[in-house]
């Protein structure tokens, strides 16, 4: 079983940064594949970001290309999003998830998810 915990969540004014993190537990933190997702009220979640096991490979929805960044450390069991000129519209729920088989940007592929962080940006 694996556990994920997001964090960093929180109120921001438009314009400004967040950092939420994604801490993983259970298994070998290496053998998944990473991915944000994020919902807002009324809407279905939708695909924000994702990275490789190693790393080095990352995607972005069109709607955050240029604002945000994936990363992961593998020694500490991390994955981050780095929100960079929010807008009032990146305002939802972002959840991270795991998926240890392939690459993929579709929701109901991936094995595991965390409990969501809230995010908000005020106009």
């Known amino acids: 079983q694996v556990q994920l915990v997001e964090s960093g969540g929180g109120l921001v004014q438009a314009g400004g940064s967040l950092r939420p993190s994604c801490a993983v537990s259970g298994r070998t933190f290496s053998r998944y594949n990473m991915a944000w997702f994020r919902q807002a009220p009324g809407k279905e979640r939708e695909f924000v970001a994702a990275?490789?096991?190693?790393?080095?490979?990352?995607d972005y929805a069109d709607s955050v290309k240029g604002r945000f960044t994936i990363s992961r450390d593998n020694a500490e069991n991390t994955v981050y999003l780095q929100m960079n000129s929010l807008n009032p519209e990146d305002t939802a729920i972002y959840y991270c998830?795991?998926?240890?088989?392939?690459?993929?940007?579709?929701?109901?592929?991936?094995?595991?998810w965390g409990q969501g962080t809230q995010v908000t940006v005020s106009s």
């Open positions: 990275i490789s096991r190693g790393g080095r490979t990352a």
């Open positions: 998830a795991a998926e240890a088989a392939g690459w993929s940007t579709i929701s109901n592929e991936y094995d595991y």
